[in-house]
């Protein structure tokens, strides 16, 4: 494995340039995602799920090239990575407006925070509890 | 309103604030704010006289009764054609906007639902309002008719699109807030 | 013209002149004047609101004339999310007609108009296009789109939704030269098979062609986290608080569902344009790009790293009043100038003109975008199931002989029957294998046969659609993915095609195409702003076709042979 420092302003595409640095969720060197293991079966659909520090790495790529926000989603889209599914579908559709309580919101927040260590896109779920109670856009409690 | 008089005519003779109806053999045709008042045809000029009158003979061959009532407080299709299903004796409403839209709706369906939707409206004839008149006599009986065919243009939103979009801000502004529906009785004259 | 089959009073006489005139294809498109009270207006409305900001504690405190406290959803999201308090103040100040100056201006670098861009109100951005002719936003758009290459994107579908036929169009695409192909459904409950047949046809040939499925967000997040499909662009932003929420969502949503893809690896752009808020009678009397821009502001604070944008199914709003196409290719530039990749419509279908058709191409084909087309209809349009495109297959002559009379890039190149014939029925015994393999509705020879040579659905063998249906519901239930298709492959004897579409899911683990603008190249590597950002500084710089690129586009269908004039090339 290469010892050399990553350089965000150098070393896009990272699959090219940096694979050493790259693993798939379930630890294996991406360079062992070839077509002999896929046909010997090695090689898993949960194999080809993008992993956690993967996107902290394209996060720093897109701070360097000047789109903070873009990071940002990256380190947000990080947090979300052990979430379920289902559960990411449920926590969107809680968002939409009128479908929850501030309470709901805040139970999602400290979800996202303490069960999965999610600060930034729990910080995003707090955002809009307090923007939805202020425009009217929460459900009605018990309706 | 005064009646603008284009042949064939319409106007609609206010009776009363619209009450729910009792017959089970009844629909109940919901007109949108302007329809034959501000408004006297289609976005493809038919005449609403025409629209009327063929929905009407629709839901009358079937031997099921018709009721008109016209709304006050809004212009989206979903809420008249749902409106009027409420105030049906049957449960099944039509809906039809100034620029012809149309919608068959159900009370007991969730609003944004419907059993039938006409959404291009530079596409309806007096063929399809019929039609739709006669489905919608066929379900307050109980039946499950085929659905009408919807047809469909590519060329209908270079041509309609914001005509359409002129129409219904127009409708917007005749909205009475919170003015109850009325039920009507259409007035037909042909010079014919 | 009246139709009312009623007493017809009498006319007055017309010229021969008046009548040729009056059915010229132009006179069936619609045209309306403008009523800016309530937004039907371009981007010249007094209504809209002037430029302001004032910063307090590192905040927006007032912005666009409007205080904190009374901020609707979008400002605040756009205040707190887009605008870089940073460098507002000095950004404001500015002026409009300064910035507007930086945008045309060939010494003033790209990276200099997004530092200013990064602190400009929706206003001010709004002030700014105000001051720039159609000619000067093509000249701000050469020099802000994010990629330095331009590209293409087709729509691949079936009015019978035949997956048969999609896999063939997706591979005439991908020869064609379009990077990215999007297919929709008539019957929704056929997608598996349809997003199937559209990965499996992307990537024959040189492949690494970016699929995408456009479907309700549920069904579409699932079928790209089974690897099926590559991108998604569906995700519907909208410039009023009130149509926001008609749409069931809001910039917080819609920025968790963000990341959300960004989780699964999948590449994702937004979707907003003008005329949406009008045509839903909600502008809150604010013009159509006024509105757009804060569309384009939202996607910038979700963090998102590109826009579908150009009015898209709503042209027929822009497209008929005054100034309205030069305020769709405002928009565009609007997202390039903000450094989203920007995929600039001329997806719907806008006029019956052929000239008026042409002349809406042209400030997104010459200036060049990330996609022109967002998306080229692949089939005739009577089959373009996403309700007819600006252009389609039978425009592909005519597109490259555009390109090749102006030297601009628009993603294709002609190429010929015989190699085209061969991606076709590749394609096709290519999805017959998978679908072999997969135990789904088999393909015949005469079906492949046929499909090989049509032009369109109505040239094809009807599928047996119910049939077809229990497979599709059989490869949700049974949860088939990507990796799959790429065993099949394989297995069947597709080895190349495998390979491509293994390198595309591979993609996903590296997160590359998760960056702005990104597509693979020929090599199937990815290309994006970060690797080939635009480097446009005046004559002589930025992307130029040359070499072997010019020479392919120098091709076409008939071309006179200048060494032998009784022989044609092509």
């Not at chain 1, 060197?29 to 993008?50: A, C, F, H, K």
């Not at chain 3, 056929?190 to 990537?203: D, E, K, N, S």
């Not at chain 3, 989780?263 to 790009?289: C, D």
């Not at chain 3, 069947?492 to 293994?502: H, K, S, T, V």
């Amino acid at each position: 494995m290469s010892p050399t420092a990553f350089d965000p302003a150098a070393d896009y595409p990272v699959g090219v340039k940096r694979p050493d640095l790259l693993r798939t969720p379930t630890g294996k060197p991406i360079s062992e995602l070839t077509m002999q293991n896929v046909v010997s079966g090695e090689v898993r659909p949960e194999d080809l799920r993008i992993a956690p520090d993967t996107l902290r790495i394209q996060a720093e790529v897109a701070d360097a090239s000047g789109r903070p926000q873009l990071g940002q989603n990256f380190r947000r889209a990080a947090e979300l990575i052990p979430v379920s599914d289902e559960r990411v579908l449920q926590m969107y559709n809680a968002l939409r407006p009128h479908a929850s309580t501030k309470e709901q919101l805040l139970a999602i927040a400290q979800e996202l925070e303490s069960g999965y260590g999610g600060a930034a896109t729990g910080a995003l779920v707090r955002e809009a509890a307090e923007v939805y109670e202020r425009r009217g856009l929460l459900a009605e409690p018990g309706a | 309103m005064a009646t603008a008089v284009v042949p064939p005519g319409i106007s609609l003779r206010e009776i009363g604030t619209a009450g729910r109806g009792v017959r089970p053999d009844e629909v109940v045709l919901a007109l949108s704010p302007g329809f034959a008042g501000f408004f006297t045809k289609t976005i493809v000029d038919i005449p609403h006289a025409e629209v009327v009158r063929q929905i009407l003979a629709g839901v009358e061959e079937q031997g099921v009764h018709a009721r008109v009532v016209q709304l006050h407080a809004t212009a989206d299709l979903a809420a008249v054609a749902h409106t009027g299903a409420r105030l049906s004796g049957s449960g099944i409403g039509i809906g039809v906007l100034s620029r012809g839209t149309t919608m068959i709706h159900q009370k007991d369906l969730p609003r944004l639902s419907s059993l039938e939707l006409f959404p291009q409206s530079p596409l309806m004839t007096p063929e399809i309002y019929r039609a739709i008149g006669r489905n919608a006599a066929q379900y307050a009986k109980g039946d499950s008719p085929q659905p009408v065919p919807t047809l469909n243009d590519q060329m209908a939103r270079p041509r309609w699109q914001a005509k359409a979009a002129l129409l219904h801000l127009k409708e917007c502004e005749l909205l009475v807030k919170g003015a109850p529906a009325t039920e009507v009785d259409p007035v037909i004259e042909d010079p014919a | 013209m009246s139709s009312l089959p009623y007493p017809e009073a009498p006319q007055p006489r017309r010229s021969l002149r008046t009548e040729v005139l009056e059915n010229r294809p132009v006179n069936k498109d619609g045209f309306v004047q403008e009523w800016p009270e309530v937004g039907m207006v371009a981007m010249d409305s007094d209504f809209d609101p002037r430029p302001s900001i004032r910063i307090e504690n590192g905040r927006v405190a007032e912005m666009d004339g409007r205080e904190r406290a009374d901020f609707d959803f979008l400002d605040q999201f756009i205040a707190d999310h887009a605008i870089d308090v940073d460098a507002a103040v000095e950004a404001m100040a500015l002026g409009p007609r300064t910035v507007a100056r930086m945008l045309v201006d060939p010494n003033v670098s790209r990276a200099e108009v997004l530092r200013t861009a990064r602190g400009l109100t929706p206003a001010a951005l709004l002030e700014t296009v105000r001051q720039m002719n159609i000619v000067e936003i093509m000249m701000g758009m050469q020099k802000m789109r994010a990629r330095r290459t331009p590209a293409n994107q087709a729509h691949c579908t079936s009015a019978r939704d035949n997956p048969l036929q999609v896999a063939m169009e997706a591979a005439e695409a991908s020869l064609r030269g379009f990077s990215e192909l999007e297919t929709t459904l008539g019957v929704v409950r056929y997608a598996p098979l349809v997003a199937i047949a559209l990965q499996v046809g992307g990537q024959v040939g040189r492949g690494g062609r970016l699929t995408q499925c456009a479907l309700e967000e549920a069904t579409e997040l699932d079928l790209g986290m089974r690897g099926i499909t590559a991108y998604a662009e569906t995700i519907s932003v909208y410039g009023t608080e009130s149509v926001f929420v008609d749409g069931d969502d809001t910039p917080w949503s819609k920025a968790f569902l963000a990341a959300a893809y960004a989780s699964r690896g999948i590449k994702m752009r937004f979707t907003s344009g003008t005329g949406s808020e009008v045509q839903m009678g909600n502008a809150e009397g604010r013009s159509m790009l006024y509105l757009e821009i804060r569309c384009i502001l939202v996607t910038k604070g979700a963090g998102v790293q590109g826009l579908q944008n150009g009015s898209i199914s709503c042209i027929g709003v822009p497209g008929a009043v005054p100034g309205g196409i030069r305020a769709v290719a405002a928009e565009n530039m609007i997202a390039s100038m903000l450094d989203l990749e920007c995929a600039s419509g001329n997806d719907q279908s806008f006029s019956h003109s052929p000239m008026r058709r042409t002349s809406r191409l042209m400030p997104q084909i010459m200036a060049g975008t990330d996609f022109v087309c967002s998306g080229y209809s692949s089939t005739p349009n009577y089959d373009n199931m996403f309700a007819g495109s600006n252009v389609d297959a039978e425009d592909y002559d005519d597109w490259n002989a555009i390109q090749r009379d102006y030297q601009i890039d628009g993603g294709l190149q002609h190429v010929g029957e015989p190699e085209i014939l061969a991606a076709r029925s590749r394609a096709g015994y290519a999805l017959q294998a998978v679908f072999a393999h997969l135990d789904l509705p088999a393909i015949t020879e005469r079906e492949i046969e046929t499909a090989v040579y049509a032009h369109g659905s109505n040239d094809l063998i009807p599928r047996d659609v119910l049939e077809d249906l229990k497979g599709a519901q059989s490869v949700m239930d049974r949860g088939v993915t990507g990796l799959d298709l790429v065993k099949a492959l394989h297995e069947r004897g597709f080895a190349d095609i495998a390979e491509n579409l293994l390198t595309v899911l591979r993609s996903r683990v590296s997160g590359d195409l998760l960056q702005t603008s990104a597509i693979l190249d020929a090599n199937l590597e990815p290309l994006s702003a970060v690797n080939d950002a635009n480097d446009y500084a005046g004559p002589g710089t930025g992307y130029r076709p040359t070499g072997e690129r010019w020479e392919q586009m120098k091709r076409l269908r008939h071309v006179t042979s200048a060494e032998n004039p009784e022989l044609e090339v092509s």
